[in-house]
């Protein structure tokens, strides 16, 4: 019979390794606390954040996983956090909607991120997909990582650019290597047209943070 304990290997703050050993029957956020983690830190298992109650039995694969841990929000400021690669946001793109459109290519109001769906099963595998958000306070850290395709909902690979689409937002962030943080405010309120980004290799950027407020028009 299979121990129920398992060893896991954590990296924290992208370079220190924490081994700890653990019963599979144990939660998140369990393993947080017994690995000396602040609780709204996030655990990257496999590309997927996993809530803090989940237990790690029910996590596939968990004995194979190396799991990073993301520091939320500003904590990520000067504390070598592992960043994420995104659009960097400097190359605004206004666009008309095409004539048709697959329904995993529609836009919501809102945000709206992209990605490739990587589900053998599903219709639209290995194409690129949108993936509406709608509105509220986003932390893209989290958000890339829980973005499924709208056909199969199945978590999508290279989510790393942004559509917006009747809406107001505001952008908050600091670029790896930078030292002013980036914060500014738009509004698209063109029904006939949304904005996303320049979209290539010299476009994606590390950001320490990211995080994006989307708010409705009315």
Partial sequence: MESDLVNLTIVKYGTNLTLISISLSSTIADLKNH???????????????YENSTV?????????KRIFE?????????????????????????LNFAQTASEWNRLGKGMNLSGICVNSACQAF???VHCPKGFGKFNMSKEVHKTGC????KNVKDCNNVFFF??????EGLIQ????????????????????FENKDE?????????????SLN
Wanted: charged residues 30%; proline residues 5%; contains cysteine.
């Fill in 56 to 64: 790690l039995k029910n996590i596939p694969d968990i004995r194979k």
């Fill in 177 to 196: 290597g930078e030292t002013m943080e980036r914060k500014y405010s738009k509004t698209i309120d063109d029904q006939d047209e949304f904005e996303t």
């Fill in 70 to 94: 993301i520091i939320p929000s500003k904590r990520a400021i000067g504390g070598g956090g592992v960043p994420l690669l995104f659009n960097s946001m400097e190359k605004p793109l206004m």
């Fill in 203 to 215: 476009d994606l950027k590390n950001w320490e943070y990211l995080e994006i407020e989307v708010s």
């Fill in 126 to 128: 290995n194409l690129f």
């Fill in 35 to 49: 690995a000396n983690l602040a609780l709204d830190s996030c655990l990257d298992i496999g590309n997927y954040i």
């Fill in 166 to 171: 009747l809406c107001k937002y505001t952008v």
């Fill in 150 to 153: 709208p056909k199969c909902n």
